[in-house]
């Protein structure tokens, strides 16, 4: 089942292939518009891609103002980077009770109780 850019199944979550496909079809953006949809396709996937904001440095460099776009080979590595990323996304599944596994978590001390620090 297609739900918000996943494919949802028994065997978990993934996403979704279609839009993968439309990542890898992408060509090298040639100024910051071009720059900002792509980091914003890509992003909206960050959640399956480890380090995803200490990978698009260079790109959202070229995004900031008053900075000359000149597209590097560092930038043209990192779009290939993050292409290939995006299409080796892990399945995401509730883990089993066999064996151990490793829980990724996104969240701050701050965000979980505002209570928390006056203990």
Known sequence: MAFLG??????????????????KERSVP????????FLGLTG????FIKGFLTIAI??????????KFVWSAECRSTLEKLK?????????AMPSEQGDYVLYTDTSKLGLDASADAE
């Open 58 to 67: 260079p790109l959202t460099a070229l995004k900031k103002k008053n900075v």
């Open 44 to 47: 909206y996937y960050r959640k």
């Open 6 to 23: 996943h494919i949802i199944s028994r065997d978990g979550v993934e996403v979704d292939l279609f839009k993968v496909k439309a990542v």
């Open 84 to 92: 290939h990323e995006l299409t080796v996304a892990p399945v995401l």
């Open 30 to 37: 040639r100024n910051v518009f071009k720059i900002r949809s």
